[in-house]
């Protein structure tokens, strides 16, 4: 029987890059709905309820692929809706795409979180160390790594942007490369494949992406 796969975004549908690197990690056959929490609203609406710090800052893409700082204070507020909507869509799993760190949230039981699935990966590799960290905006630097904190690990980071170009991403692979972490940690769901391997070669150790990590779970749920 075929499955479905609910993927619930920051924000707006469509996002054809997410959906289609998760249906190339699941199960053949498995049909993908993606819903935004921002899904509805125009420019306008959205421009009202602008970040309120840095703690209240995620980074997505509207559409049209522009790059955005929304609020997650706002995203939060819309979030049950969505992931309602997906259960009602019959789905088998529901994946929610940000690898922020969210508190409870209405209908959340059995949702899987990007971060918990990183955080533990990285748990697991790294017990204690120098973990380094890509982040979309300097703006989120201090709640990003109040976010991995742990002892016995000390967290360093650098921003680059999902849509920056490989010369861009090469840049600040270097400059993490130079705080010499021991494993690195790419903290956003827009960060794709081809943006590891523009990162990989510079900073020569293990690196993991949120989104790939993320669907090779959701192949052991759906299969």
Sequence with gaps: MARKLGIA??????????????????PAGTEVVLRGCLDGLSDAEI?????????????TRL??????????RHVIERSPGVIAALRADGCDAIVY???GDFP??????????PSRVLNGLASSLLPEGRLGILLPLPEQAEKLMAKWQRPGLEIVAEALKPSADVAEAAEAAQRLK??????????CMSYTPATKAAVKPALGVPTLLAITATARVLREMLE
């Design 178 to 187: 130079a705080k010499a972490p021991d494993v690195v940690a790419m903290d």
């Design 97 to 99: 795409a940000c690898t």
């Design 47 to 59: 421009a009202a309820r602008p970040p309120e710090s840095g703690a209240d800052t995620l980074y």
């Design 63 to 72: 559409r049209g692929n522009r790059d955005v700082k929304i609020s997650k």
């Design 9 to 26: 975004t920051i924000g707006q549908a469509p996002r054809d890059d997410i959906a289609a690197l998760f249906a190339a990690h699941v």
């Design 104 to 113: 409870p949230m209405p209908g959340d039981a059995g949702v899987l979180f």
